[in-house]
């Protein structure tokens, strides 16, 4: 299986990875800020897709369990130092 499913960039300039996941599974993240080092893991309900990632929020389109898309906009809380 591969380490990954997935790469994405936020408004900031972080790198957002997706872990390889077996279905069903909530996506989880690793983000890195652009010099590389690990801010923390994110995790995001299964069932997405993200298309966009600010500052303060990710974007996404969910299918439900009828197949109804439904566009989406989680807020994202950044753990402080």
Known sequence: MPPYES???DAGGNLW?????LEEEPV??????PAGRWLGDVQTPDG?????IG???????????LDVQQVRMYRLVK???
């Open 7 to 9: 790469l994405r960039l």
């Open 17 to 21: 990875v997706a872990y390889y996941r």
């Open 28 to 33: 989880r993240w690793a983000v890195f800020d």
């Open 48 to 52: 997405g897709r993200v298309w966009d």
């Open 55 to 65: 500052n303060d929020y990710v974007l996404g389109v969910w299918q439900d369990e």
């Open 79 to 81: 753990g402080g130092s």
